[in-house]
């Protein structure tokens, strides 16, 4: 079975999945196995569920009659698929990736987008060589354009995620320091998202470009096409401003006020509003998309609970995102207690990373700072210190912290949210 022989069966389908839970009628499953699991014991199952198809890697499950196809690797033959899907769509395509507020940045971009087109993006954090495929086999006839968010945690990773993507358009919301471990280093994750920027420069397609970050600004400075925005004299200029704690964009005589907190939306909130401009929307619709999108995903959201102002920013953190958040913190007005936890995946600058976020919160003075696992504990010697966010709920059971404002912020791994219905 090849990539053409399939494409007419995939065609018809319904969706793609690799989830046996989520199989419906007309669906084609990718039998994705694990170390302990060959999940192509569930084809038959798949087909009594109304499967489609099934794609499987072990011949013995193989039966064309009930079209469950081998192929050597579901993984390989998902992305050729994904690749030779690309290759019959005639829309732009905008790709994304960056240190911190990718995810963010494409919900709003999204948001603003479809004021006026019909736009497929990538669902949750699907960013991965496994999540891009699947978006990009979820583009339909009817869609428009398409919003493809790219991570990565590792050099050429967004290499390969562009071949199988191939944007016509991207961006690089930041480069922070993130994923330091994989990427050996903050030069190497300069390098690493970076590949984007090699993949549009050496296809001739356009770059969305923050004149005001120099780092983005050294890498394009001979790119064309470009769009820019940032300086006055870019593109697009927009004006921040900010009102009971969440930021907005002026553009011209005209304002935007967002459900985010933290100025380093803004920038953000500039991309998706050039982009939108760039595309032919209205600002009245960039604004009403602006005013109307609710962050849900624990990123920069604001949540208000028994008097006190929670700030969510729980699904990732790292030095760079974790210095932004408390410094936008310590602007609320009244009491303030952080509740921070360790930042994942930094490698032999761990230590010190977390040594330095920890001091820069005591310089910053807040009325009360607790630190949630390992990395923050073994350099924590003056403030609540706990190994676990299910030890931070046995303390919070018996000691209800007691500020109008709280800052939640951590990695992923933590698990932070579970703390919310203690505080």
């Not at 930041?174 to 330091?180: E, R």
């Not at 109008?404 to 992923?412: D, P, T, Y």
């Amino acid at each position: 079975m090849n990539t053409e022989q399939f494409y007419p069966i995939f065609l018809s389908a319904k969706k793609v999945t690799i989830d046996s839970r989520k199989i419906e009628k007309n669906d084609i499953f990718f039998a994705f196995s694990g170390d302990n699991f060959d999940a192509a014991t569930l084809a038959e199952n798949a087909i009594d569920l109304g499967a489609l198809a099934v794609i499987v890697e072990n011949k013995e499950f193989k039966n064309s009659e009930k079209n469950i196809f081998y192929v050597p690797s579901t993984l390989e033959f998902l992305q050729e698929l994904s690749i030779h899907h690309r290759n019959q769509l005639n829309i732009p395509i905008i790709g994304l990736t960056g240190s911190n507020g990718k995810t963010t940045t494409k919900e709003l971009i999204h948001a603003v987008l479809s004021e006026k087109y019909n736009v497929q993006y990538t669902f949750g954090n699907l960013n991965n060589h496994i999540g891009v495929p699947l978006t990009i086999l979820s583009i339909k006839p009817e869609h428009e354009m398409a919003v493809i968010e790219m991570g990565a945690n590792h050099q050429k990773e967004i290499d390969l995620l562009c071949t199988i993507a191939r944007p016509n358009y991207g961006y690089i919301t930041n480069f922070g320091k993130a994923h330091l471990e994989g990427f050996g280093g903050f030069e190497g994750v300069i390098k690493g998202k970076s590949e984007l920027y090699d993949y549009l420069k050496n296809t001739s397609q356009t770059v969305l470009i923050n004149e005001n970050d120099p780092i983005q600004l050294k890498k394009t400075q001979d790119y064309t096409p470009k769009i820019t925005f940032g300086k006055a004299d870019s593109d697009y200029y927009f004006e921040a401003f900010s009102e009971n704690n969440f930021v907005g964009l002026q553009y011209q005589d005209q304002k935007a006020l967002s459900k985010l907190t933290g100025e380093y939306n803004f920038t953000n909130l500039c991309a998706a509003s050039s982009l939108g401009l760039y595309f032919g929307i209205d600002f009245n619709k960039i604004q009403s998309a602006i005013e109307s999108y609710t962050p849900t995903n624990m990123r920069s959201q604001i949540v208000k609970k028994d008097h006190k102002t929670l700030v969510l920013d729980t699904y990732n953190a790292n030095p760079s995102s974790m210095s932004a958040s408390l410094h936008n913190f310590v602007t609320f007005e009244g009491s303030k207690t952080i509740v921070i936890g360790d930042m994942l995946e930094l490698g032999n600058e761990s230590e010190k990373e977390h040594q330095n976020i920890l001091k820069l919160a005591q310089e910053l003075g807040f009325n009360e700072i607790i630190t949630v696992g390992k990395q923050f504990k073994n350099v924590n010697k003056n403030s609540a210190a706990f190994e676990s966010t299910d030890e931070l709920i046995q303390y919070l059971k018996d000691n209800k912290i007691q500020s109008e404002n709280i800052l939640l912020k951590a990695s992923r791994g933590i698990s932070l949210e579970k703390a919310i219905d203690f505080i």
